[in-house]
């Protein structure tokens, strides 16, 4: 019996020791500068008064929590992008990546433990914390002239939110590029096409040829479906107007709303869907649409020789592509070209928000930080991440791939940001990935498909 | 006599092939996922582990250039074969059945590749999974002014101390509390005693989720959030109602007489408790023991909401793991390797402990 009782008495000092090992925060070694003399960058214009002050150590030694659904490698470009911040100021940016970001973030904000900032790839679920009054206005401290300085109005019309501007955009990726291997696609003597027809010209010329031109697939867990959303949105910029991409995708009031049901939508969902179930289009055939991860999809085209040629997806696909192929020699990409010539060139994005949640001066200081884009740079130079930043130069850029990216969208007739991210939760985490994989597995026809994507748009 | 020998070692035979055959096959997903995190991250995304073990495949002997001057419709002769494009596409097999002629490629950057069948084995193993998972992964880091730093990734150490620090105390203290509370619903006399073992049974019902943010605000308001204690006593309120209702089975169904006997030589209900009660219940104390902790070890949920959120220094290593896949899940080999790092321990309690797990369980159903 004693026996047991000290046996119990160790495990409990064990646990104690173990505590005291892990639980006890790290002493911040902060080496900021002394108070009064200006550590930043001279060429830093516009600050506001609470970053001015933390460049001058006046927040040395403050906190400041941050939470994002980025993780592993990205969570290490960021803390590495922020590091020179942090050493000039002295204030600790503690950045905590989750996967579940979303569902964390709920948990946290409703249960009264809100990070000082948070990372949004949705802006959709953002406007949720807007409307519950959650979100401090940045426009209240940042200087306005150098925001117009520093970003393009769209990008400021897009952190407006419920009357507040939300939140700043820190990064994006870009959607509209088609991935091809380049030096069997030199071999085999094809071109890259300038319109939607020399595209579907060269699909019918590789199917000629024998093989698939498109790697699709849209399998993606929870989220199947997304990237056909994507798809769907490139092609309503191409054959619609702008306005109408808005109303659809963002309407201002419920009059306003551009419904799935609409002869738009089901144009554009038409298009695609003649894209992708034209026979021999699509490697491994139209059923492989639905089962192929899109992480997988692009695989058979590093294949020697190639499966399938062309694929499109955002930026952030390099990732997926095989260990050790190079950008611009290995693969390279081009733009999705136009379908309709009246609409121009359109580039399609996607990218992060950073809102504020709790209201103190170096929390304030931070937020302006990121308004800059320096608070970007290694990561530019890394790869992986596109800057909204007027001030992010392009030959910051460490790969040519991204710098050709990031040129073209400077360079777009019009930006337009990923729909289903802006739509309500409900459709465009929802429904609308659900109704574009019941379509394309071939469950529902089209127009049964779209009507039941626009059923859970919500009614208020 | 000589026939019921002879049946009874077959029926043996049979009971204990039909055993074996059971454990092989729940053993093969754990087996899959061993072979799986020694195997290259461009294996495991292009075949199945099953691979390792021999196997007849094609291999490739030769290669041959593609003819010129070929269209899609007509019939080509290669190497004394006819057949059209498509059909070499899919594969053409000479009449001895040996030799495969395959068309890799289209028409215009393709070649025909000579296979024959072959046995085979893929045995390409490597250890990088395990160092990617202990050692932490090396990112290549671009700074502002070109030079490339090399940053090494968290590693397994930190969130594996921290599991242990969550899963011990959140096994022992619910134990301890209940089988306390399980003594007093067997033994001792009380107002309200069953209503208030209904409303313990009750609990059970209730699903964790929805107490997650109502006990966060609580933590919010007592500044407990993002701290182990928080996680703890999560833990145990939700472990708690289980325990007492196993513990209770198995209490209240010890021999009434040496509890009495106790009492007439002058024993306290502590004294009991403590020299009776717990002795006697270890099977039971181990079985639930196995139960939280391996609950406890696997949770994600809990620990994301309580300790997650705000500080990477105490993560957990369900979290860990998750994290290792990648932002978009382009690394998910390495959760082979972290997976199998993981169910280590549990597997050690769970062999460790596990006569006291069968013996509890079903002491704990039988009353005598």
Sequence with gaps: MLKKKSLLLIVLAIVA???????????????????????????????????????????????????????????????????DFEEWTGIDIQYTGSKTFETTITASVDGGAAPDIADFPQPGLLLGF???????????????????????????????????????????????????????FEEAGYTVPETWDEMLALSDQIVADGDAPWCVGIESGDATGWPATDWMEEVMLRTTSLENYDRWSFPASPEERLPFTSPEVLNAAQTLSD?????????????????????????????????????????????????????????????????????????????????????????????????????LRTWLASGGALSPHN??????????VERGIAELVANADSVRFDGSDLMPGAVGAGSFWKGMTDYFSGVVDLETALAEIDAAWPSE | MESLKVRRLLSSIAVNGALFLICFIWTIPTLALLISSFRPRDDIKSSGWWTVLPHRGWQTTEELPIPEDMTRDEPITIEGITATYDEFRE??????????????????????????????????????????????????????????????????????????????PATVIPILIAAFAAYGFAWMRFPLRKVMFIGVVALLVVPLQIALIPIMRDYVSLDLNGTFLAVWLAHTGFGLPLATYLLYNYISGLPRDILESAFIDGASHFTIFLRLILPLSVPALASFAIFQFLWVWNDYLVALIFLGVTNSDIQVMTMRIQEMTGSRGQDFHALTAGAFVSILVPMIVFFSLQRFFVRGLLAGSVKG
């Design chain 1, 391 to 400: 001030d992010a130069a392009l030959d910051w850029y460490g790969d040519d």
């Design chain 2, 91 to 168: 594969g053409v097999v000479s009449e001895d059945r040996q030799t495969q002629f395959l068309w890799v490629g289209n028409l215009r950057s393709g070649r025909i590749e000579v296979r024959e069948r072959k046995w085979g084995v893929n045995w390409d193993f490597t250890f990088e999974n395990y160092g990617q998972v202990l050692a932490g992964k090396t990112y290549e880091i671009t700074n502002a002014d070109g030079s490339v730093s090399i940053v090494q990734g968290d590693n397994f150490t930190g969130a594996f101390l921290n599991t242990f620090t969550v899963a011990i």
């Design chain 1, 130 to 184: 807007v409307k519950d009054g959650k979100v401090i206005d940045v426009s209240t401290f940042l200087d306005e002239s150098w925001l117009e300085q520093n970003y393009k109005q769209a990008w400021l019309d897009m952190a407006m939110m419920d009357g507040i501007m939300a939140g700043i955009w820190a990064r994006y990726n870009a959607k509209s590029q088609v991935w091809y291997p380049v030096p069997e």
């Design chain 1, 275 to 375: 894209l992708w179930l034209t026979e021999g289009y699509v490697y491994g055939g139209t059923q492989a649409i639905v089962t192929t991860f899109f992480g997988d999809a692009p695989v058979p085209m590093f294949d020697n020789p190639p499966k399938c040629w062309l694929h499109k997806q955002g930026n952030f696909i390099t990732s997926f592509f095989p260990e050790g192929s190079v950008a611009g020699q290995d693969y390279d990409f081009f733009y999705l070209p136009p379908i309709d010539d009246a609409y121009g060139k359109p580039y399609l994005i996607a990218g992060d928000i950073y809102a504020m949640f709790n209201d103190r001066p170096e929390v304030r200081a931070v937020m302006d930080f990121f308004t800059r884009g320096d608070s």
């Design chain 1, 17 to 83: 020791l173990a505590l005291v090992a892990c639980g006890t925060p790290d002493d911040g070694e902060d080496d900021g500068g002394e108070t009064g003399e200006f550590m930043c960058p001279e060429t830093w214009t516009g600050l506001s008064a609470e970053l001015d002050a933390a460049c001058r150590g006046e927040y040395d030694g403050t906190v400041v929590v941050m939470n994002g659904p980025f993780t592993d490698e990205d969570e290490v470009k960021f803390n590495e992008s922020i590091a």
